[in-house]
């Protein structure tokens, strides 16, 4: 099962994860280049990095994500939708 699915344009990639994933799917990780992530509408699903509290996601707000940084996604209601940027 894939826990979420990408359309990818020339400059971003919008990732959908669905309000079906389970939550143990949602894993820490770290990503091998830089990004700049916001959600596509308003949502209750968090962003955390690692040694920090969890923080909500905002359209309005990007996220800077460093590349070798640990982070997850916490579910929320909903599906969630990601603008990414590779930077």
Known sequence: MYIYTDQNFLDYTIRTFTEYIP?????????????????????????????KLPMRMSPNEQIFIPKGVYHRIIKGTGDLSLKIVKV
């Open 23 to 51: 939550e143990e799917e949602l894993k820490w990780h770290w990503d091998e280049e830089d990004r700049l992530i916001n959600p596509t509408y308003d949502t209750d699903w968090q962003f955390q990095f690692d040694d």
